[in-house]
């Protein structure tokens, strides 16, 4: 297993602060973890298949930057990230919010032993790793109130399984690859969307160093 990660020189950024740019008021500390778990993915990405070798180059904005998007988007205090997969986006959203509480689901050992290595190394302590499939969630009877899912599955799909597990006023945040919402959903899947029903939404948030917008659709369950 590799040696404990050092801290990172911050200079290492470039000219411009990515984090900043975001629009995110981030401390010394947070920045340096948010730095070493990009060094971390691209270490254990030679002998694990973490992420895309082609993202390599770019793994700080492709994959931190990107994930830190959605921080705006975020209620209330418990999070789960479902299908976490390298811990993207759920480790950089922990590090930027140390006072929300994260669970991460992964169901492949590789990976989820990979996100416990990072969060014992970095001292990432309001993040816990979940070693299973995402839907047992509702099995287990938990209860969150907000889930992010990147590269999982839309929306639409996910609503379903994971509706039960949102609190009263939580939500369901998904990084789409599409802008319009709407046009993805069909009533079936969703539900009727009505006085008192779940409430859609799409946003759009422009990534620093990548020249381009992510797209998110929200589901409000109020």
Known sequence: MPKELPLS???SMGETDPIEDLGLDLGVEQKAKLLDFSKALL????????????????????????SLSATSFLVGNSIVDIG????????????????????LYERMKKRAHFMQFVIANLGIDNAQVIEAPFEEIVSKGESFNCVV???????????PLVERAITKTGRLIVYASTHSFEEELTSKSVGK????????????????????????????KE
Not at 149 to 159: C, K, M, T
Not at 202 to 212: R, T
Request: glycine content about 8%; cysteine-free; overall charge positive.
């Open 9 to 11: 020189n911050l200079a």
């Open 84 to 103: 976490s997969g390298a811990g993207l986006p759920g480790l950089p959203l922990a590090i930027a919010s140390p006072h929300k509480k994260f669970t």
């Open 43 to 66: 270490q254990w990405n030679k002998r694990t298949n973490l992420i895309s070798k082609s993202d390599e180059r770019r793994v700080f904005s492709r994959h931190i930057v990107d």
């Open 149 to 159: 899912s990147r590269g999982v599955r839309s929306a639409e799909a996910l609503w």
């Open 193 to 220: 969307i009505h006085e008192g029903g779940p409430h859609i939404s799409s946003s759009a948030v422009e990534i620093p160093g990548l020249n381009k917008s992510h797209w998110f659709h929200i589901i409000d």
